[in-house]
């Protein structure tokens, strides 16, 4: 059968959230189409979508993402609308993306991955080390937030909602004296002149599936997925797999610490996962490898040691 391409008359839909972050990973996305089909950017049409988590009132209140609705904030109406069909595609930063889709929706295309690191921000200090007892660190992500206070119990750290743009202005104003930002936004955004410093995964573990952008598709739609499976990155796919294994066994929702990264050597997986209390009193983490094809079970695996290893009481903050 023959495949009916977009055109300009009937462009293929491309559904985003509305942050320059978001648009540059939709715009990435019908690079990659375009060139694979050899079609005109006028054959795709992309589409920005107003979420839940994009309300100025909630970014302005800085409320930690369990309070205002988790992961799902940053995707509900995309999904509506893919679901409806008033999108073909919808693009995802995939560190956003809960585990499980809605029916109907597939999450089974994903780009080359970026950078995975998490970079220090800040304009009078170069590392965490540097920062002074005391001092005022701001970060929306309840993962940096317990690496970092097991690292350095003495430091105030604060709420810190909004895009990229927006944390940079707060910090700009004097609302914390650093913060954390994932290198492949700033990479993406081609940031070069923010002051940051990579931070190794040896360091700290970034979050499940961090620098990897996600393409969900109708799960009818053939045609899309032949055509998106012209821009699948394999080895990216091979690593979230494990990941999200990992993060579903342990809890797919935004409300535990969960740092987690796979990483490929020829046929094998290496995974390191962590888990901590949120106060940063207490981090479990652990570190294996198995056969590339056994990356889920080897997630899943990983994940009920650590929930061993916590015993009943790890996760009783939860409520």
Same mark, same amino acid.
């Given at each position: ?229 012209? &821009?699948? @990155?394999? +080895? /990216?796919?091979? #690593?979230?797999? $494990? ?8 809890? !797919? ?38 056969? &590339?094809? @056994?990356? +889920? /079970?080897?997630? #899943?695996?990983? $994940? ?8 009943? !009481? ?6």
């Amino acid at each position: 059968m023959t495949l009916t391409l977009p055109s300009p008359d009937a462009p293929l839909k491309i559904g985003t959230r509305g942050s320059p972050l978001a648009l540059a990973q939709a715009y990435e996305t019908r690079d990659r189409l375009a060139t694979a089909f050899s079609l005109a950017p006028e054959a795709f049409e992309i589409v920005p979508i107003k979420t839940t988590g994009d309300d100025r009132t909630l970014i302005a209140a800085d409320k930690p993402l369990k309070e205002i609705g988790g992961k799902g904030l940053f995707t509900k109406e995309i999904e509506e609308q893919l679901l409806s069909g008033g999108i073909d595609i919808a693009v995802h930063s995939m560190k956003d993306m809960p585990v499980e889709q809605p029916a109907g929706l597939l999450l089974d295309c994903y780009l080359p991955r970026e950078d995975v690191r998490d970079a220090f921000i800040s304009q009078g200090f170069k590392a965490i080390a540097e920062l002074p007892p005391g001092a005022t660190v701001g970060s929306s992500s309840l993962r940096r937030r317990a690496q970092l206070l097991h690292r350095r119990p003495d430091l105030n750290v604060v709420e810190f909602r909004g895009n990229v743009q927006t944390r940079l202005r707060k910090l700009s104003e004097g609302v914390a004296d650093a913060t954390f930002l994932a290198m492949a936004g700033l990479n993406r955004l081609g940031m070069a002149e923010v002051p940051r410093t990579a931070i190794s995964a040896e360091d700290m573990l970034p979050a499940i599936a961090q620098g990897a952008i996600g393409i969900e598709r109708r799960t009818t739609d053939s045609r899309t997925a032949e055509m998106l499976e012209a &821009i699948h @990155d394999a +080895p /990216t796919g091979q #690593r979230l797999a $494990a990941e999200r294994a990992f993060l579903a066994e342990l809890d !797919g929702s935004c409300e535990t610490p969960i740092g987690g990264l796979a990483d490929l050597d020829g046929g094998t997986l290496r995974l390191r996962g962590e888990i901590l209390r949120p106060d940063g009193s207490q981090a479990l983490s652990d570190d294996a490898t198995a056969p &590339i094809e @056994d990356g +889920p /079970t080897l997630g #899943r695996e990983m $994940a009920r040691k650590l929930l061993e290893q916590g015993g009943l !009481g790890f996760f009783d903050w939860r409520g």
